[in-house]
């Protein structure tokens, strides 16, 4: 790790995934994961914690730049923990230990 804290998101993506090239198929039923993430990111904008409008232009300007080559269908989830990062609300190691955990458990299955 560099010190940069956003480097434990960064290290989630294979370096050998190819970047999208095209929007993704809207048709298509979203994971399981995708409908956790939207419903998360829609209570927290109706708490008032992270505002929807806020999140999509984050996910806009972060999206093309520092994580252009995540997938677009993954970028609620990205662009909320580099919101969190920021603020302060989780450091880079508990993050780091919370996202070993869920993909321990994710992989038991």
């Not at 955990?101 to 038991?108: A, K, L, M, S």
Request: contains cysteine; negative net charge; aromatic residues 6%.
């Amino acid at each position: 790790m560099t010190g940069d804290p956003y480097e434990v998101i960064l290290h989630t993506l294979d370096p050998a995934s190819p970047r999208e090239s095209t929007l993704p198929d809207l048709d298509r039923k979203p994971d399981p994961w995708e409908s956790s993430t939207q419903a998360t990111c829609e209570c927290l904008s109706w708490r008032g914690t992270l505002d929807n409008l806020t999140r999509r232009h984050a996910e806009d300007a972060l999206g093309e730049s520092i994580y252009r080559d995540f997938p677009v269908r993954a970028r609620s989830l990205i662009v909320t923990a580099h919101t969190m990062l920021d603020r302060g609300l989780i450091s880079p190691e508990e993050l780091r230990t919370r996202m070993e955990t869920i993909r321990d458990r994710f992989n038991r299955e």
